[in-house]
């Protein structure tokens, strides 16, 4: 089943940069505003895995709702990701959050699979 991913509304939970040089940056969505069969409505969590990234922003800020973002990749700019989502080549993300914040990050190649107890809660906003 495949699920859109819409940045905007969705929320951050964490951005965990890596550690050393192999290991990925994370990504971490408490909620992921998504459509899945026409619905819309959260998936909560969804985790995003980033090989060889490099972050511009104030990361320590980088937490709660985004108003914006998009995804560069193959030379083409989207809004929303289909997912799971694997980008094989290079990828810039750009997230703008509600209070403000920038972050950007570049990356070699990224990642994001629903983990298997990731839960879809259907919205019923008006």
Same mark, same amino acid.
């Not at 969705?10 to 459509?35: I, K, Y």
């Given at each position: 089943?495949?699920?859109? &991913?819409?940045?905007?509304?969705? @929320?951050?939970?964490?951005? &965990?940069?890596?550690?050393?040089?192999?290991?990925?940056?994370?990504?971490?969505?408490?909620?992921?505003?998504?459509?899945?069969?026409?619905?819309?409505?959260?998936?909560?969590? %969804? *985790? +995003?895995?980033?090989?060889?990234?490099?972050?511009?922003?104030?990361?320590?800020?980088?937490? $709660?709702? &985004? *108003?914006?973002?998009?995804?560069?990749?193959?030379?083409?700019?989207?809004?929303? %990701?289909? %997912?799971?989502?694997?980008? @094989?080549?290079?990828?810039?993300?750009?997230?703008? +959050?509600?209070? $403000?914040?920038? &972050?950007?990050?570049?990356?070699?190649?990224?990642?994001? @699979?629903?983990?298997?107890?990731?839960? +879809?809660? @259907?919205?019923?906003?008006?």
């Amino acid at each position: 089943m495949s699920d859109i &991913l819409f940045w905007h509304d969705s @929320e951050v939970l964490q951005v &965990l940069p890596s550690e050393h040089p192999d290991a990925p940056t994370r990504l971490v969505l408490s909620a992921a505003a998504v459509q899945r069969s026409g619905s819309l409505g959260f998936l909560k969590p %969804l *985790a +995003f895995s980033f090989a060889q990234a490099r972050l511009s922003g104030p990361t320590a800020d980088c937490m $709660g709702s &985004l *108003a914006e973002g998009s995804c560069l990749q193959g030379g083409i700019t989207t809004r929303q %990701l289909t %997912l799971p989502w694997v980008s @094989e080549g290079p990828v810039q993300l750009s997230l703008r +959050f509600r209070h $403000g914040s920038v &972050l950007h990050i570049e990356a070699a190649s990224a990642r994001s @699979e629903p983990a298997d107890d990731a839960r +879809f809660i @259907e919205s019923y906003a008006c």
